[in-house]
C-alpha cells in the first residue's frame, strides 16, 4: 500500500507539470491504468487532484464535484486548455495594441521629419518610449508648433 501511495502522490506531481491538456489527459489515462485494481486509491487520488491540484494551484478554476479519477483528470484538461486559450487570446491583444503604438510612433516621426527635419536622438527616444495618450497629444501639436521642442512641451 505504501508503495501504491508514492506513486500517486508522484503521479500528482507529474499531473502537477504537465503543461498541455493533452498531456494531463494522457497522464490521467496511465494513472487510472496504474492502479485499476484499487478503487479505494483511484478514488482518494481523484479526491487529491481535486481538492490541491485544482482548488489550491488554481483557485480561479471552477471545479465540480467529482469523486471519479477519470472525470477529475479530465476537467483538469480541460480547465487548462481553456485558461490556455485565455493567455493566448490576451496575448494576441496585447501584441495587436503594441502594434499599433508602434504604427502611431513610426507615423508621428515621420510627419515631425517632413515638418522639422532630422530628428534628434532625443525626440526618437520620446517617441519609442510614449504611451498612446502623449502620442495623440504630439500629433495634435504638429501642424501648430513652431519648433519641434513645442511639440514635446508639458
Not at 487520488?45 to 483528470?73: F, G, M, N, Q
Not at 513610426?106 to 526618437?124: I, N, V
Not at 502620442?135 to 513645442?150: M, Q, S, Y
Amino acid at each position: 500500500m505504501l508503495a501504491s501511495l508514492q506513486n500517486a502522490v508522484a503521479a500528482t506531481i507529474r499531473l502537477k507539470r504537465q503543461e498541455t491538456a493533452e498531456d494531463i489527459a494522457r497522464l490521467g489515462a496511465a494513472m487510472r491504468a496504474w492502479f485499476a485494481g484499487d478503487p479505494e486509491l483511484q478514488h482518494i487520488l481523484a479526491l487529491w487532484i481535486r481538492e490541491y491540484l485544482l482548488r489550491d494551484l488554481k483557485p480561479e478554476l471552477d471545479v465540480p464535484e467529482s469523486y471519479d479519477l477519470r472525470a477529475v483528470t479530465m476537467q483538469f484538461a480541460e480547465r487548462i486548455k481553456e485558461q490556455i486559450r485565455q493567455r493566448e487570446q490576451s496575448a494576441l491583444q496585447q501584441g495587436l495594441q503594441e502594434g499599433v503604438l508602434q504604427g502611431e510612433a513610426l507615423l508621428l516621426q515621420r510627419m515631425l521629419t517632413r515638418r522639422f527635419g532630422p530628428l534628434p536622438e532625443w525626440a526618437r527616444q520620446r517617441l519609442e518610449d510614449a504611451t498612446s495618450n502623449e502620442l495623440e497629444t504630439w500629433a495634435d501639436r504638429v501642424l501648430d508648433a513652431a519648433r519641434l521642442e513645442d511639440v514635446f512641451a508639458r
